[in-house]
T-cell receptor, first 113, second 115 residues
Framework: DQQVKQNSPSLSVQEGRISILNCDYT??????FLWYKKYPAEGPTFLIS???IKDKNEDGRFTVFLNKSAKHLSLHIVPSQPGDSAVYFC????????????WGLGTSLAVNP | EAGVAQSPRYKIIEKRQSVAFWCNPI?????LYWYQQILGQGPKLLIQ????????DSQLPKDRFSAERLKGVDSTLKIQPAKLEDSAVYLC?????????????FGNGTRLTVT
């Protein structure tokens, strides 16, 4: 049972345009969400997070939006750069599960020059 | 600061053999995690340590997998005997605490191939 779903396995975007990566979740108890980025042959790197008490968090070119009623979050990258090409994982957690991260399957982003 | 160190980077073994992975977390990080990542999937938590105590090992196949963090610093993960389905990348991560405001720092992983 996949509690965190990233329904798009891959996404291709032109350099300079916006990349939008989506994530849906089923567990209404999740109260904290994170995005990690992973390059080949490296471990995931923390990118940005958002608490369920907020609906938006911004860090430079990266913005995460949370729609609790739809159980949906999205990561926006503006403008996209070739170095952003990586696999992006959405993860969720809540106090009730000892803060264990529940991960999506990832979306592979390709930013074309 | 130095990152999470893992070794070896790659390992190829035959089924029924044993293998061990080593992890040295970021200095001062109390929480250490071992994850298994099968190709095309997200990381799956195998075990979480807080200092040298186990917090969560509910998804660790204890009949063949074991892990220890004896002095609350570095850790080893062992598989004995290995099965074909154990082929995966084994990631070690650490964080200062275990809470939600403490993002994980991952090592580069060990890619295990079981033939």
């Amino acid at each position: 049972d996949q509690q965190v779903k990233q329904n798009s396995p891959s996404l291709s975007v032109q350099e300079g345009r916006i990349s939008i990566l989506n994530c849906d979740y089923t567990n209404s108890m999740f109260d904290y969400f994170l995005w990690y980025k992973k390059y080949p042959a490296e471990g995931p790197t923390f990118l940005i997070s958002i608490s369920s008490i907020k609906d938006k968090n911004e860090d430079g070119r990266f913005t995460v939006f949370l729609n609790k009623s739809a159980k949906h979050l999205s990561l926006h990258i503006v403008p996209s750069q070739p170095g952003d090409s990586a696999v992006y994982f959405c993860a969720a957690t809540n106090a009730g599960n000892n803060r264990k991260l529940i991960w999506g399957l990832g979306t592979s982003l390709a930013v074309n020059p | 600061e130095a990152g999470v160190a893992q070794s070896p980077r790659y390992k190829i073994i035959e089924k029924r053999q044993s293998v061990a992975f080593w992890c040295n977390p970021i200095s001062g990080h109390a929480t250490l995690y071992w994850y298994q990542q099968i190709l095309g999937q997200g990381p799956k938590l195998l075990i979480q340590f807080q200092n040298n105590g186990v917090v969560d090992d509910s998804q660790l196949p204890k009949d063949r997998f074991s892990a220890e963090r004896l002095k609350g610093v570095d850790s080893t993960l062992k598989i004995q005997p290995a099965k074909l389905e154990d082929s995966a990348v084994y990631l070690c991560a650490s964080s200062p605490l275990g809470g939600r405001n403490s993002p994980l720092h991952f090592g580069n992983g060990t890619r295990l191939t079981v033939t």
